[in-house]
């Protein structure tokens, strides 16, 4: 089978597990559901590092069950929504049954199936860009994240779950070789990113000679912001340990008997926060997110 026959396949098997996977739910005993609702992301939001301050709604109970289970089935944007930004549900769901085997049997194949979806997707000829183009010519409208991200299931007994939002950054240490060889290539294909080419390469060509000017030496290294996201800080009851995980959907807590509730510190509004650069860090090519750190250079002498 060619990787687009294996992927279509593999949605096929996801939705049934899954359907199977969410009536169990319903007939197991519901402890607690909490579930952080936050606003999907836009077409608009595409290839922004921050966003806009916006609120979150706290859902409990059956109505968060409800929504954590058309979650999981729902890989489709809707008008207007991204398809490159993963929709998020942090939250904490807590079932109690004495058919935790086949719960988790139903796990095991959405598993498989999210592997078997990822393995044909890289199979795919080209750059993620151009891999992307295949995929929604295929399957319009798919939000690829949200086929991929596993579930994630605990029979551990979490004592406390707290949920707060994270800024990241990606960083990537480059020698001044590397850059320059990336932004000739830059001048030789151009940008799908912008209509005026003239002028995109015009500022490749002022980056090239501000990049000639550094020393061979240069301590250089990409600093870029990933967009916020949720986490949670969970300790568990019978253990000392203590885990710091994304959040980005509901953990689902199997038990076979009764526990004590999850005390839950919720996830507040997010308010836009200023990104501060390091002392040391030199900002070279903000296009790059390229810094330069003058005092690596002379540690690494």
Same mark, same amino acid.
């Given at each position: 089978?060619?990787?687009?026959?294996?992927?279509?396949?593999?949605?096929?098997?996801?939705?049934?597990?899954?359907?199977?996977?969410?009536?169990?739910?319903?007939?197991?005993?519901?402890?607690?559901?909490?579930?952080?609702?936050?606003?999907?992301?836009?077409?608009?939001?595409?290839?922004?590092?921050?966003?806009?301050?916006?609120?979150?709604? @706290?859902?409990? %109970?059956?109505?968060?069950?409800?929504?954590?289970?058309?979650?999981?089935?729902?890989?489709?944007?809707?008008?207007?929504?991204?398809? =490159?930004?993963?929709?998020?549900?942090? %939250?904490?769901?807590?079932?109690?049954?004495?058919?935790?085997?086949?719960?988790?049997?139903?796990?095991? /194949?959405?598993?498989?199936?999210?592997?078997?979806?990822?393995?044909?997707? &890289?199979?795919?000829?080209?750059?993620?860009?151009?891999?992307?183009?295949?995929?929604?010519?295929?399957?319009?409208?798919?939000?690829?994240?949200?086929?991929?991200?596993?579930?994630?299931?605990?029979?551990?007994?979490? =004592?406390?779950?707290?949920?707060?939002?994270?800024?990241? @950054?990606?960083?990537?240490?480059?020698?001044?070789?590397?850059?320059?060889?990336?932004?000739? +290539?830059?001048?030789?294909?151009?940008?799908? =990113?912008?209509?005026? &080419?003239?002028?995109?390469?015009?500022?490749? /060509? =002022?980056?090239?000679?501000?990049?000639?000017?550094?020393? +061979?030496?240069?301590?250089?290294?990409?600093?870029?912001?990933?967009?916020?996201?949720?986490?949670?800080?969970?300790?568990?009851? /019978?253990?000392?340990?203590?885990?710091?995980?994304?959040?980005?959907?509901?953990?689902?807590?199997?038990?076979?008997?009764?526990?004590?509730?999850?005390?839950?510190?919720?996830?507040? /509004?997010?308010?836009?926060?200023?990104?501060?650069?390091?002392? %040391?860090?030199?900002?070279?090519?903000?296009?790059? @997110?390229?810094?330069?750190?003058?005092?690596?250079?002379?540690?690494?002498?």
């Amino acid at each position: 089978m060619n990787p687009i026959s294996i992927m279509q396949a593999s949605l096929t098997n996801m939705d049934t597990h899954l359907s199977e996977f969410c009536e169990r739910l319903k007939h197991a005993q519901l402890i607690q559901a909490d579930i952080f609702q936050i606003p999907p992301a836009t077409l608009a939001d595409e290839g922004k590092m921050t966003v806009d301050d916006f609120s979150v709604t @706290h859902l409990c %109970g059956q109505t968060a069950l409800d929504h954590m289970m058309s979650h999981v089935r729902s890989y489709y944007a809707k008008e207007d929504e991204s398809r =490159r930004i993963a929709r998020r549900l942090p %939250g904490l769901i807590v079932i109690q049954t004495r058919e935790i085997e086949p719960l988790l049997d139903c796990a095991y /194949n959405i598993r498989k199936e999210k592997h078997d979806f990822y393995n044909a997707l &890289q199979r795919l000829p080209g750059n993620a860009e151009e891999r992307h183009e295949i995929v929604h010519k295929a399957l319009p409208n798919l939000i690829t994240l949200n086929v991929t991200r596993q579930l994630t299931i605990t029979q551990l007994p979490i =004592r406390s779950a707290r949920f707060s939002w994270v800024h990241k @950054h990606s960083m990537k240490r480059m020698s001044k070789a590397q850059v320059i060889e990336q932004l000739e +290539k830059a001048l030789k294909h151009g940008s799908n =990113r912008t209509l005026d &080419q003239e002028a995109f390469i015009d500022g490749v /060509n =002022r980056e090239l000679i501000d990049m000639q000017a550094l020393p +061979k030496d240069a301590f250089l290294t990409t600093r870029r912001p990933l967009r916020v996201s949720p986490m949670a800080n969970l300790s568990y009851q /019978n253990e000392k340990k203590r885990e710091s995980v994304s959040a980005h959907s509901p953990f689902i807590m199997l038990c076979d008997k009764t526990i004590k509730s999850v005390k839950i510190t919720p996830l507040k /509004n997010y308010q836009t926060k200023t990104h501060q650069t390091p002392d %040391g860090y030199e900002l070279i090519l903000p296009r790059l @997110h390229l810094y330069r750190i003058r005092h690596r250079e002379s540690d690494a002498s």
